[in-house]
């Protein structure tokens, strides 16, 4: 019997664990099937020695967490970040499996990380890291066992390097190890822009779903990176009037709308929004609690807490980014009605969409054009939006619990029919 898993130890993991023991009681599942659809299937550490342009020799800790492979092959980003962690790994992965069940993919969920600050790193020393990761991983990695894909902090060169590197040991060029890759290398039309486009597709919904007029609406955005910088692009061809955004150094704001494009081209020079002459400064904690229509979590895990969830001031929450909202938060959000929660494992998962839409394009080498791409990628949040807001209706049940339900009774149903070997 599986009593503890210590090595997971982070606040990531027990949030996780946290929302899936809640629905677990919500679809009385079986105490017999809880661990072995709650705990991840395999995690890989290693250390990673590379020699630095100085001649000097580091070594930096290396993560791969794959929940599990009862649907497919696993399926998650890797990130570079200083803070990263095999608890993070393993709660970012946890989130991925029912994020790719709710969708309908034939995938598990997995997440890597490398514990390094990429901006202190040239782009050899990164290519370096890279390759040495790939290597290491490569007996627990390949187009039908565990694909990677960009994160926070990698992009689509990490993957083409991840992808030579991978192809270089098989002896044959392998576009479908890795997706999030360049156009060239067997990349997808659509892919960088998916999951903020997905957010965009999705806000839409929901002010459909509420009744507000998405043409009058107002948001804030919490991180500019990829993600949150095509999801204000997204929100303002739908109308709405993006008045705050912020990344790690800080935020603007501008209760006329900011104007997206020079902010698009201060940040290019600048490498952060900070500073942009057209806002006024604000802070990250301040844009949570500003009053506007649509608040877009784009940053970090566990943003939205119980000291600051009472204080929002938001028609909608769009979780751009993965558990960026407690548990705590969620039973106070969950007593505010007035408040529409997008959650994460939907709202972001257009990233995951075309990332599997790269893959069969990969091994079919057949490759389908941008407008082919997000129109089956808006057809399949469409239904997942409509069975998530369905089953909440029905069920009387935060959007949350009822997009955890669906995911993790897929899983689980998926396990129970296979059984256990030998």
Same mark, same amino acid.
């Not at 962690?85 to 490398?114: D, H, N, Q, R």
């Given at each position: 019997?599986?009593?503890?898993?210590?090595?997971?130890?982070?606040?990531?993991?027990?949030?996780?664990?946290?929302?899936?023991?809640?629905?677990?009681?919500?679809?009385?599942?079986?105490?017999?099937?809880?661990?072995?659809?709650?705990?991840?299937?395999?995690?890989?550490?290693?250390a990673?020695?590379?020699?630095?342009?100085?001649?000097?020799?580091?070594?930096?800790?290396?993560?791969?967490?794959?929940?599990?492979?009862?649907?497919?092959?696993?399926?998650?980003?890797?990130?570079?970040?200083?803070?990263?962690?095999?608890?993070?790994?393993?709660?970012?992965?946890?989130?991925?499996?029912?994020?790719?069940?709710?969708? #309908? +993919?034939?995938?598990?969920? $997995?997440?890597?990380? !490398?514990?390094?600050?990429p901006?202190?790193? *040239?782009? %050899?020393? =990164?290519?370096?890291?890279?390759?040495?990761?790939?290597?290491?991983?490569?007996?627990?990695?390949?187009?039908?066992?565990?694909?990677m894909?960009?994160?926070?902090?990698?992009?689509?060169?990490?993957?083409?390097?991840?992808?030579?590197?991978?192809?270089?040991?098989?002896?044959?060029?392998?576009?479908?190890?890795?997706?999030?890759?360049?156009?060239?290398?067997?990349?997808?039309?659509?892919?960088?822009?998916?999951?903020?486009?997905?957010?965009?597709?999705?806000?839409?919904?929901?002010?459909?779903?509420? #009744? +507000?007029?998405?043409?009058? $609406?107002?948001a804030? !955005?919490?991180?500019?990176?990829?993600?949150? *910088?095509? %999801?204000? =692009?997204?929100?303002?061809?739908?109308?709405?009037?993006?008045?705050?955004?912020?990344?790690?150094?800080?935020?603007?704001?501008?209760?006329?709308?900011?104007?997206?494009?020079?902010?698009?081209?201060h940040?290019?020079?600048?490498?952060?929004?900070?500073?942009?002459?057209?806002a006024e400064?604000?802070?990250?904690?301040?844009?949570l609690?500003?009053?506007?229509s649509?608040?877009?979590?784009?940053a970090?895990?566990?943003?939205?807490?119980?000291?600051?969830?009472?204080?929002i001031?938001?028609?909608?929450?769009?979780?751009?980014?993965?558990?960026?909202?407690?548990?705590?938060?969620?039973?106070?959000?969950?007593?505010?009605?007035?408040?529409f929660?997008?959650?994460?494992?939907?709202?972001?998962?257009?990233?995951?969409?075309?990332?599997?839409?790269?893959?069969?394009?990969?091994l079919?080498?057949?490759?389908?054009?941008?407008?082919?791409?997000?129109?089956?990628?808006?057809?399949?949040?469409e239904?997942?939006?409509?069975r998530?807001?369905?089953?909440?209706?029905?069920?009387?049940?935060?959007?949350?619990?009822?997009?955890?339900?669906?995911?993790?009774?897929?899983?689980?149903?998926?396990?129970?029919?296979r059984?256990?070997?030998?």
């Amino acid at each position: 019997m599986l009593r503890r898993m210590d090595i997971y130890d982070h606040p990531s993991f027990r949030m996780a664990c946290q929302q899936f023991d809640l629905v677990a009681d919500h679809l009385q599942m079986p105490e017999s099937e809880r661990a072995r659809v709650k705990y991840p299937k395999r995690a890989v550490t290693v250390a990673l020695p590379i020699h630095r342009d100085d001649g000097s020799v580091q070594v930096f800790p290396g993560y791969r967490v794959q929940h599990h492979l009862a649907l497919g092959p696993t399926k998650g980003g890797l990130r570079f970040h200083p803070d990263v962690t095999l608890g993070e790994v393993a709660a970012l992965a946890m989130w991925m499996s029912w994020k790719c069940a709710l969708m #309908g +993919l034939p995938y598990g969920g $997995a997440k890597g990380g !490398i514990a390094c600050d990429p901006a202190q790193l *040239s782009q %050899a020393e =990164l290519e370096r890291l890279t390759r040495r990761y790939t290597q290491e991983m490569i007996p627990f990695i390949g187009p039908q066992i565990d694909v990677m894909a960009p994160d926070l902090g990698t992009n689509e060169q990490v993957m083409a390097w991840m992808m030579d590197s991978y192809s270089v040991h098989i002896g044959a060029a392998v576009p479908s190890i890795v997706t999030g890759k360049p156009v060239a290398l067997g990349g997808s039309q659509g892919r960088r822009e998916a999951t903020g486009r997905g957010v965009g597709y999705l806000v839409n919904r929901a002010t459909d779903t509420i #009744g +507000l007029d998405i043409s009058k $609406a107002t948001a804030a !955005i919490q991180g500019f990176g990829n993600v949150g *910088s095509v %999801a204000a =692009l997204s929100l303002a061809r739908y109308g709405v009037k993006v008045v705050a955004v912020s990344d790690v150094f800080g935020g603007v704001y501008n209760a006329n709308g900011l104007d997206l494009w020079g902010l698009e081209k201060h940040v290019a020079a600048q490498k952060t929004v900070v500073g942009f002459s057209e806002a006024e400064p604000i802070t990250n904690e301040q844009l949570l609690v500003l009053p506007c229509s649509i608040l877009v979590p784009a940053a970090l895990e566990r943003q939205i807490t119980a000291a600051n969830a009472g204080q929002i001031q938001c028609r909608i929450i769009a979780e751009a980014a993965n558990g960026p909202t407690t548990p705590e938060a969620d039973e106070i959000l969950n007593q505010r009605p007035e408040i529409f929660v997008i959650p994460d494992i939907l709202c972001n998962a257009g990233g995951v969409v075309v990332s599997y839409f790269e893959w069969v394009q990969d091994l079919q080498s057949f490759f389908w054009g941008e407008t082919e791409v997000v129109d089956k990628l808006f057809r399949l949040l469409e239904s997942a939006f409509t069975r998530v807001v369905s089953l909440s209706r029905k069920q009387k049940i935060p959007m949350r619990k009822a997009a955890l339900a669906l995911g993790v009774e897929r899983v689980q149903k998926a396990k129970r029919i296979r059984g256990l070997f030998p």
